[in-house]
């Protein structure tokens, strides 16, 4: 389990075919903390280090990446020189400072306006009809593994939904959603309170 709560940004560096992609991504921290076999959330993706090395400041970790979850996440994401949100798993005692996270994509959604406000930017996604009903205003989602708060929600036309978030100058230095624009994929990934919600009123009805 994850927060949503980003601890560093990484940069992959190579991307290996080996049937999976082996992925290394550089990152800021130390390698002795980075145990093989942890889950580590990249952009929002639980992925498992096969690999690590480097030194303290400058260390490297490597994650095996299915076909699977290729198709399943934001487009372009797996290739060198990309830029991840990283976050270790939740360990016991850790302060849960964004919202239960489980690092499972439900799905891709496409940056439909990237605009600043008074130093703030003003992101709108726009989503699927599958994960419509799980979207609502003041509500928990996360975006590239980055746990934001709805604030507004609109049901377009033909199922999709529309989804506003504000992202303050912090978040943006802080994670990747600093760079979006328009056009941009991001991996979407509901609330699992909505989750269960939604199969408890399923079952009632």
């Known amino acids: 389990m994850f927060t949503g709560i980003v601890t560093a940004i990484g940069t992959i560096t190579t991307v290996e075919d080996k049937g999976d992609l082996r992925v290394t991504v550089a990152c800021p921290w130390d390698p002795a903390g980075i145990d093989i076999g942890a889950s580590i959330a990249c952009s929002g993706v ?14 490297w970790f490597a994650v095996d990446v299915s076909g699977e979850t290729v198709s399943r996440t934001a487009q372009d994401q797996w290739h060198a020189d990309r830029r991840l949100n990283l976050e270790p798993a939740l360990r ?11 690092g499972h994509v439900d799905a891709v959604g496409r940056v439909a306006l990237a605009e600043d406000i ?4 003003r992101l709108e996604i726009l989503a699927g009809a599958d994960i419509a009903p799980f979207v ?12 934001l708060t709805v604030n507004e929600v609109e049901d377009e036309p033909g199922g999709e939904v529309r989804f506003a978030l504000n992202i303050i100058p912090h978040t943006g230095e802080v994670t990747t959603l600093g760079d979006l624009s328009e056009g941009d994929t991001v991996n979407l ?3 699992v309170l909505a989750r269960y919600l939604k199969r408890m009123q399923s079952l009632a009805g």
Do not use: M, N, P, R
């Open 118 to 121: 008074g130093g703030s930017t």
């Open 189 to 191: 990934e509901i609330d």
């Open 92 to 102: 016991l005692g850790d302060e849960l400072g964004g919202h239960l996270v489980t």
């Open 136 to 147: 609502a205003e003041k509500g928990s989602i996360t975006i590239d593994g980055v746990s």
């Open 46 to 59: 639980c992925l498992t280090v096969v690999e690590k090395g480097g030194e303290e400041g400058d260390a």
